[in-house]
């Protein structure tokens, strides 16, 4: 997988770039709007990482050019404006998705699992860890070919742990991930624990091969 | 009590005018008595002049010793005086059979030498001015005018001050209907008065001045927060790959943990500055029509799972569906904010929302802890009722703020029945 990773900002860019590398991503860095089209225009990518005030140019523009050569490209827009403006023209002229920064990296690492799987693989797309399936097109999952019944915060709780398995996933991240920016961090340890206990009890109930384990005062993962 | 400026004006004019009419009543009055005894004087001189010189020619007429139809009478005297062409006079009260009343007489007294050179005494009388008639009728006649004056004043006053002071009022009625931060429609006062409109260009400069340093201050809030973005996404996620590092002990994972959180907090404080100074900025524009009862079971749904773990009932009653042209972003962030607040202030048991829907306004009510909040300060920007960690004090802040994006709208708070009460209503 190769992902373009085009941000000014070197200390983001690298941080980011860090935690891509992490997860087995083959990276390339591009710091302003000339050396982003080059690296555009020559190579292909999986997906390409913007943020939208680049130095020589706009990421809008970037994407008008993507479009332009024929690229098919998927692109997460990374932006520091979280306008909504912005996020609705950067959607129309192809964007795949809009992440406003500051964000978490497991919500970045979460969006570009899904977009990539979406490009990459037509018709149904399951994700198998163990002995458990998930099918992210009817949103089903399967434990030992049989299925099993989630409610939709569960699924999404399981979908957000599976594409990162044996990964720490902090808990502030999981609440803002499934339930928004609604809830406040003085109550997502309770919550996300009330929530998470449901899935575990579900997935021993149907004897899954995995476990979502507490890592105290941070977060989950799954094992 | 305070007055307005014309009615300040005419009570002083009023008193003055009083106090003028008064003294010129006085000094008119002593004048016109003045006058009318010299006029009457003379004419009894006159009169003595023409008896005494009829009397030597026709001595019958100092047998004259009544007062008949000619009003004098002349009687022999034996007084022995010095300055016999010295008259007297004096004011006596006689019967006056025309008006059945006595009336006011003048008389003049004086002595003379007869043909046979015996000395006889003259009177002559003649009705004079009745001074209590005369003043009566003078003050009559003053109260009529001063009247007739003030009333004059008062619809002069009335019609100047409202040709002359139109600007005046123009531009208060500017500066009443003014709003800080908002764009001003108004034309420049048209007035000839050089004050006016030197106070009408010296008021929009003022205004001009105060908005364009409360723009800077705008600008500077939101390129802080803006500038604030991206070190604060390098931290967080400098730290978020740091928890991901198996080598470090547990301890540390924590303190990193907790470092991130309050970091975190900062980026949702920052993140609320940044929607504020958004909103402040109209930059949601677009406005459609928004029914708000499919809105707020849409948000409600939102918040169904916390409201569920919270343990808090919530009861929607529709009795009308409430529809306004809004933005339909601002009115999510609006009903979501309203119901965090009605979640995140709910008492821990039994805690209670109720939703009303009427045609012209809905309530979001909710039990809460504690007595009832200062209606005054709840909307004010970091205000805090409580110290609530979770609380970054800009939720309601941004409540009021999208409220008054639209002139048509209006929040109030109260407190009744243990129940903490928002209102949003149509103006």
Redesign the interface.
């Known amino acids: 997988m190769k992902i373009l990773l085009i941000e000014d ?1 070197a ?2 860019s690298q ?2 770039m ?2 891509l590398l ?1 997860e087995r991503y083959l990276v390339e860095q591009a710091f302003d709007y000339p050396s982003a089209l080059e690296k555009i225009s020559i190579y292909t990518y999986d997906c390409i990482l913007l943020d939208i005030m680049l130095p020589g140019g706009s990421g809008l523009q970037l994407l008008e050019k993507i479009k332009e050569l024929g690229k098919d490209e998927s692109v997460i827009i990374l932006s ?6 912005d996020k609705v023209r950067g959607l129309e002229l192809g964007a795949d998705d809009y992440l406003a ?6 919500e970045l690492h979460a969006r570009i699992k899904s977009i990539i799987r979406r490009k990459n693989q037509n018709g149904d797309d399951v994700i198998v860890y163990k002995n458990v399936a998930v099918n992210t097109t009817d949103r089903s999952i399967q434990v030992n070919c049989k299925p099993v019944n989630l409610n939709r ?1 569960e699924f999404d709780l399981l979908y957000y742990f599976i594409i990162r398995p044996t ?2 996933i ?1 808990k ?2 999981l609440a803002e991930s499934i ?9 997502s340890l ?2 996300i624990y ?2 998470i206990k449901n899935l575990r009890k579900k997935l021993k109930d149907n004897h899954a091969d995995m476990d979502i384990q507490a ?5 989950y993962k799954l094992i | 009590m305070k007055k307005s400026l014309k009615n300040y004006t005419l009570s002083y004019i009023t008193i003055i005018i009083l106090i003028v009419i008064a003294v010129w009543a006085t000094l008119f009055y002593a004048y016109i008595t003045e006058e009318v005894y010299d006029n009457v004087d003379d004419g009894l001189k006159n009169q003595k002049i023409e008896i005494i010189r009829a009397a030597y020619q026709d001595e019958s007429i100092l047998k004259t010793d009544t007062f008949g139809i000619n009003q004098f009478k002349i009687t022999k005297s034996n007084v022995k005086i010095k300055h016999i062409e010295k008259s007297t006079f004096r004011n006596e009260l006689i019967y006056m059979p025309y008006d059945e009343d006595m009336e006011p007489y003048r008389i003049l007294t004086t002595y003379f030498y007869g043909k046979d050179k015996q000395m006889y005494r003259l009177e002559i009388r003649t009705s004079t001015v009745e001074e209590d008639e005369l003043k009566y009728d003078l003050a009559t006649a003053l109260i009529i005018l001063y009247f007739l004056i003030i009333i004059s004043i008062f619809l002069l006053n009335t019609w100047v001050f409202y040709r002359a002071f139109k600007p005046f009022y123009q531009i208060l009625n500017k500066l009443e209907q003014y709003q800080f931060g908002k764009i001003r429609e108004s034309e420049p006062i048209k007035s000839n008065v050089r004050e006016f409109t030197q106070l009408d260009t010296e008021i929009d400069k003022m205004l001009d001045r105060n908005e364009k340093i409360f723009k800077q201050q705008k600008l500077f809030i939101e390129n802080a927060s803006h500038e604030l973005q991206t070190p604060l996404a390098i931290s967080t996620n400098k730290l978020e790959l740091l928890l991901e590092d198996e080598e470090l002990a547990e301890h540390h994972l924590i303190t990193i943990s907790e470092t991130k959180e309050s970091l975190e907090r900062m980026i949702k404080l920052n993140k609320a500055l940044l929607m504020l100074s958004r909103i402040e900025n109209n930059q949601f524009e677009a406005i459609e029509k928004i029914n708000f009862n499919s809105l707020i079971f849409e948000v409600c749904e939102e918040f169904a799972d916390l409201i569920e773990f919270k343990g808090i009932k919530i009861k929607i009653n529709e009795h009308g569906t409430f529809t306004i042209d809004f933005n339909v972003d601002l009115a999510k962030i609006l009903l979501s904010n309203l119901l965090r607040n009605a979640i995140n202030y709910n008492k821990s048991l039994d805690g209670l929302i109720e939703i009303k829907i009427d045609q012209h306004h809905f309530t979001i009510a909710n039990t809460g802890k504690g007595r009832g909040l200062s209606a005054d300060h709840i909307f004010d920007r970091f205000h805090k009722e409580t110290s609530a960690v979770n609380s970054n004090g800009l939720g309601l802040s941004i409540v009021k703020t999208i409220i008054e994006t639209n002139k048509n709208l209006k929040i109030n708070y109260s407190y009744s029945d243990s129940f903490h009460i928002f209102k949003i209503q149509k103006l």
């Open positions: 900002e200390a983001l941080v980011i860090q935690s992490a520091a404006k979280d306008s909504v403006d920064k500051p964000f978490h990296l497991a915060k990964k720490l902090q502030n991240s339930w928004g920016d609604h809830i406040d961090q003085a109550d309770d919550f009330s929530q890592v105290y005062g941070i977060g």
